[in-house]
């Protein structure tokens, strides 16, 4: 069974600019949450959709957001990028929402934001 | 604000070195708590899930056990390819505030030389 892929795997943007990032869950998994790893603060949930609706969101602001499609892929976008936003963005997958939430994660994907 | 507390934050070990990492959490209301391994520019590999005191899972080298505010990884003759970060997340019971959450430790970094 093909696991969490992510894309890019490594992104390099400038102050300003915005980013879109992908995610593919597990086959059969209709929830996906996002987090933000950082050496500082280590993995800080963003958002979590399921079945297209974001059902839970973390303490980020509002240039974080999300989207989900009906086959279950997620995206997510940061606007206005600032130097902060450098991390590992890593999204997991789970077979529902509700319930004991067995997440499986991708690989990440490395922002670098100068 | 709910913490997971894991401790210590590194630990080197000879290989064949037996040792525990600890977990533990203030919240109430837990539903599952999680332990994942990490290595470098990876991301997190999905170990083990417990949700009653009591509980233990075992895995090759590894035990994980619970207790009602704290888990424990057992190591038990290490070799040096676990040699990894070791993350525990716990997920809460407390409705739609908790869909696709998980709350992480801030890891411990265990390194097991040969």
């Known amino acids: 069974k093909a696991g969490v892929t992510q894309t890019p795997r490594y992104l390099i943007k400038t102050r300003g600019q915005q980013v879109t990032l992908s995610c593919s869950p597990i086959s059969g998994h209709r929830s996906v949450s996002w987090y933000q790893q950082t050496p500082g603060q280590g993995l800080q949930f963003l958002f979590e959709?399921?079945?297209?609706?974001?059902?839970n969101k973390g303490n980020f602001p509002g240039r974080f957001s999300g989207r989900q499609f009906s086959n279950s892929r997620s995206e997510m976008n940061v606007s206005t990028l600032e130097l902060g936003d450098s991390a590992l963005y890593l999204c997991?997958?789970?077979?529902?929402?509700?319930?004991?939430?067995?997440?499986?994660f991708g690989p990440g994907t490395r922002l670098t934001v100068l | 604000e709910d913490q997971v507390t894991q401790s210590p934050e590194a630990l080197r070990l000879q290989e064949g070195e037996s040792s525990s990492l600890n977990c533990s959490y203030t919240a109430s209301g837990l539903r599952g708590l999680f332990w994942y391994r990490q290595d470098p520019g990876k991301g997190p590999e999905f170990l083990f899930t417990l949700y009653s005191a009591g509980e233990e899972k075992e895995k090759e080298r590894l035990k994980a056990t619970l207790t009602k505010k704290e888990s424990f990884l057992h190591i038990t003759a290490p070799k040096p390819e676990d040699s990894a970060t070791y993350l525990c997340?716990?997920?809460?019971?407390?409705?739609?505030?908790?869909?696709?959450?998980?709350?992480f430790g801030q890891g411990t970094i265990l390194t097991v030389h040969p």
């Open positions: 997991a997958s789970s077979r529902t929402s509700g319930g004991l939430n067995e997440q499986f």
């Open positions: 997340a716990v997920q809460l019971n407390a409705g739609g505030t908790s869909y696709g959450k998980l709350t």
């Open positions: 959709y399921f079945s297209e609706t974001q059902r």
